[in-house]
């Protein structure tokens, strides 16, 4: 991209907050007419933006301007997504191989005969999930999926909440892609070969690749033996988060899912060729307002429900459980003994 739009994209970013707040009592599509008219964007036709901010139907959720608004889908998957779709995996089998533990440790976990899991669970109340992140211009969601799913077992074990270190993930982790992508169950490995990871004030967030900053000697804050993938079905992604927040990959390039404001998200609204190419943390799930996974994002509390996404279940919900073409495993880590 010319490097004159680039610029003009920043500004745009910049004066999102203000023209948002500003705008608040407008209807939806009079904001999103006002933030055109204010950045100079104009649309090829009344077509093209009525792509862009469909009204959808019976929508069980609402669509709203956020920092993504003027970015064209593709930008934006490659900006914001970027899991790890960069080679093929089998060079890493490695470290992977060492790490995956096998089995499945909650297969025998029956959800209606434990206390409350029937009504749902929110890890944020039992106070296992640390504040939403922001990577920005960087793709390494894989590193904030796992930092997430780190965080919520290590407070579920030690009982103490502590932001742990995207940064280090990003830096040291030489099997994934930096952010250009990569995947929560190397970063996994990672983090079982070496030292642990470390807290986020130790090796803050920098939203773009460093040289590793993290020896072998050091210990960190965290250490776990492996991870363990989940099979691929709802069910047993409901008997795991039911234990621990999971790691995710999900279909996140559509526009919708782009724009999403809160509301319980709808399966089929997910971006149509169901390509994996982003990475979260489930979080909990939900039956009020229907059956919904709690999805933690990394794209600030600007998107979402706060940065969180309510995630419709029971539909394949977005690819997290796999897609007709492509499947990557739900993965959990598992604390050192
Ligand atoms: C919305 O729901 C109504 C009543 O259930 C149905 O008749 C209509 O076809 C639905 N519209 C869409 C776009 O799905
Ligand atoms: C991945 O595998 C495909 C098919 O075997 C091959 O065409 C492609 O070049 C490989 N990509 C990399 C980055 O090695
Ligand atoms: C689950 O139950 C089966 C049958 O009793 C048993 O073989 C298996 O080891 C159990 N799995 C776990 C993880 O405890
Ligand atoms: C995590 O970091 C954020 C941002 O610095 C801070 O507001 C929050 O209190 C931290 N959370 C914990 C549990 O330390």
């Not at 009592?25 to 009525?50: F, P």
């Not at 993504?68 to 934006?76: C, I, M, Q, V």
């Not at 490659?78 to 790490?99: K, L, Q, W």
């Not at 409350?116 to 109340?125: A, N």
């Amino acid at each position: 991209m010319a490097a004159g739009k680039l610029v003009l994209l920043l500004v745009v970013l910049m004066a999102t907050t203000t023209s948002r707040a500003a705008a608040a009592a407008a209807s939806m599509e009079g904001r999103h007419e006002e933030w055109t008219a204010e950045n100079g964007r104009t649309y090829e036709d009344a077509a093209e933006k009525a792509r862009r901010f469909n009204a959808g139907g019976n929508r069980t959720y609402s669509l709203g301007v956020n920092e993504f608004t003027d970015l064209t889908d593709e930008e934006f998957v490659a900006r914001y997504t970027a899991a790890g779709y960069y080679s093929n995996a089998t060079s890493f089998e490695f470290g992977v191989a060492v790490h995956k533990l096998p089995g499945f440790m909650y297969e025998n976990v029956s959800l209606s005969s434990e206390g409350g899991y029937t009504q749902g669970i929110d890890w944020r109340e039992r106070g296992a999930v640390t504040n939403v992140k922001n990577q920005g211009n960087c793709g390494c969601c894989w590193a904030f999926s796992a930092v997430a799913a780190m965080e919520g077992i290590n407070q579920i074990t030690t009982n103490a909440l502590v932001n742990l270190s995207a940064q280090q993930l990003l830096d040291c982790s030489s099997k994934d892609a930096g952010c250009n992508g990569g995947y929560f169950t190397e970063a996994f490995a990672y983090i079982g070969d070496g030292g642990g990871i470390t807290t986020e004030s130790a090796y803050p967030y920098q939203r773009a690749q460093g040289s590793c900053r993290f020896s072998a000697g050091e210990e960190g804050v965290a250490t776990i033996r492996g991870y363990q993938e989940v099979p691929l079905n709802e069910a047993a992604l409901a008997q795991a988060v039911a234990h621990q927040p999971v790691s995710v990959a999900i279909t996140a390039g559509g526009f919708r899912f782009k724009q999403y404001q809160n509301g319980v998200f709808m399966a089929d609204h997910c971006d149509d060729d169901l390509h994996l190419n982003h990475e979260v943390t489930v979080v909990g799930y939900g039956v009020d307002d229907g059956d919904y996974w709690l999805i933690k994002n990394s794209w600030g509390t600007g998107w979402g429900e706060q940065g969180y996404m309510r995630l419709q279940k029971d539909q394949r919900a977005c690819g997290i459980v796999g897609t007709s073409t492509r499947s990557i495993a739900p993965a959990y880590p598992v604390m050192a003994a």
